[in-house]
């Protein structure tokens, strides 16, 4: 167990609907990253927020956003989906922004669009 | 465009003998390489690391090599065990303000008993 959290862990929904996927970071880590795998793909780097702060931006689509609220939980959004939306949505913290430490993953969230 | 490359999609090896996973990186600013480990169903875990200003870093039955000339690195568990069969990712890091991970495309690893 990595510490880090995701709910739900499955999500099933139609094109055009919008969902929100939850992330609580390990205690103390002030760094959350999301990243998306698709089908036969390695973890393609989405957002990052540091201590509430927009850090960096991967190939993050406009119809998706993020925040970090005070708690430090993260939230992604998806919006106006797409069946090619349909991945595994994973979470990370770290307890620093910097670079030389590892980022520990929470257990996904399958998102299915129909 | 693939800055991590992991050519090798699947590796099969029995058990108690050396496992070698590949990976090649085309960007000379990446500072930090990592390996993860993945099961089906779950999140990756971290196995070990190595920065740019190292060429080996051991841990247990894990040992990564850097070679930054090739801007290759390779994982080696030594012995393997049917434990470790997994999807192995390699990932990459640039120093400075930001720590996102680029991510290879993840190789197979089957250990036979």
């Known amino acids: 167990d990595s510490g880090v959290t995701q709910t739900p862990k499955h999500l099933i929904t139609a094109t055009g609907q919008r969902v929100t996927l939850r992330c609580s970071p390990r205690?103390?880590?002030?760094?959350v990253y999301w990243y998306q795998q698709s089908l036969d793909q390695g973890l393609q780097f989405l957002i990052q927020y540091y201590n509430g702060e927009e850090r960096a931006k991967g190939n993050i689509l406009e119809r998706f956003s993020a925040q970090q609220f005070p708690d430090l939980h993260s939230e992604l959004n998806l919006s106006s989906l797409e069946l090619g939306d349909s991945a595994l949505y994973f979470c990370?913290?770290?307890?620093?922004?910097?670079?030389?430490?590892?980022?520990?993953f929470g257990p996904g969230t399958r998102l299915t669009v129909l | 465009d693939q800055q991590v490359k992991q050519n090798s999609p699947s590796l099969s090896v029995q058990e108690g003998r050396i496992s070698i996973l590949n990976c090649d990186y085309t960007?000379?600013?990446?500072?930090?390489f990592l390996w993860y480990k993945k099961y089906p169903a779950e999140g990756p875990t971290f196995l070990i690391s190595?920065?740019?200003?190292?060429d080996k870093n051991e841990d247990g039955r894990f040992t990564v090599f850097l070679n930054k000339s090739a801007k290759h690195l390779s994982l080696h568990i030594v012995p393997s065990q049917p434990g470790d069969s997994a999807v192995y990712f390699c990932?990459?890091?640039?120093?400075?303000?930001?720590?996102?991970?680029?991510f290879g495309t993840g190789t197979l690893l089957a250990v036979q008993p």
């Open positions: 960007n000379s600013m990446f500072d930090y």
């Open positions: 990370a913290s770290s307890p620093r922004v910097s670079s030389y430490n590892e980022q520990f």
């Open positions: 990932a990459a890091s640039y120093g400075g303000a930001t720590n996102k991970l680029i």
């Open positions: 205690s103390g880590d002030l760094s």
């Open positions: 190595i920065s740019s200003i190292k």
